[in-house]
């Protein structure tokens, strides 16, 4: 089936340090991924679409330029928390679309970020 | 805009008894799909069953069932035969065809299977 790698699954950093997350779709290329973020026992906040060689689709109150989006191929898009404060520190997790099954949204397993 | 309604924030049931928990969803849309996720307490969110608006039949997936009322705009999961492995999170989503094919989710729903 369809595999979603995420790296890395958790990731301590220093307040003001960026910090890279990778989603990679293993065995089915994605032209769409979407970043999520999520906060303890809430739902999943979709904060941008990324497609492939285009810039990505922000959602409304997401800041651009503190969450950069990079999918420079079919298989592979990188979030990155730039400046990163105590308040960044959250659960995201990426998701890959796999455009020839009508149903097939493929989420990798997720990275909690702790800001220090 | 598109919204997904979860009324349950938590849930408990026996083991070996069937649970449904409740989805509503509320679009203008004619073609859409309907998702359920389930969220162990890892974090990683697994794909349990879709249903498209266009689907005549109600999807089943093993012990999981979704029963689709179009009228009523409600999307329930039914997990039959509950076992202790099925504590979890659990999310329903609303994918909008066309128009970025983002998916909308609820707020969840808590369960929890006890003996």
């Known amino acids: 089936g369809a595999v979603v790698s995420q790296h890395p699954s958790r990731v301590i950093c220093k307040s003001g340090t960026s910090v890279k997350i990778e989603c990679r779709s293993l065995d089915f290329q994605a032209t769409t991924m979407f970043w999520y973020r999520q906060f303890p026992k809430q739902s999943l906040m979709l904060m941008a679409t990324s497609n492939e060689g285009s810039k990505a689709t922000y959602e409304q109150g997401v800041e651009k330029d503190k969450f950069l989006i990079n999918h420079a191929s079919l298989t592979l898009s990188t979030l990155t928390v730039t400046s990163a404060h105590p308040e960044d520190s959250s659960f995201y997790i990426c998701?890959?679309?796999?455009?020839?099954?009508?149903?097939?949204?493929?989420f990798g397993s997720g990275t909690r970020l702790t800001v220090v | 805009a598109q919204k997904i309604t979860q009324t349950q924030p938590g849930m408990f049931v026996q083991e070996k008894e069937a649970v449904t928990l409740d989805c509503t969803y509320d679009?203008?849309?004619?073609?859409?799909?309907l998702f359920w996720y389930k969220q162990p307490s890892s974090g990683e969110m697994i794909f349990l069953i879709y249903q498209g608006s266009y689907d005549e039949q109600n999807a089943t997936e093993g012990r999981y069932s979704l029963n689709f009322q179009k009228a009523r705009k409600s999307a329930n999961l039914v997990i039959s035969a509950s076992q202790l492995g099925d504590s979890a999170m659990y999310f329903c989503a609303m994918r909008r065809i066309g128009g970025g094919n983002k998916l909308t989710f609820g707020t969840g729903t808590q369960l929890k299977v006890e003996l």
């Open positions: 998701s890959a679309r796999m455009e020839i099954v009508e149903y097939g949204y493929t």
């Open positions: 679009t203008s849309d004619q073609s859409y799909g």
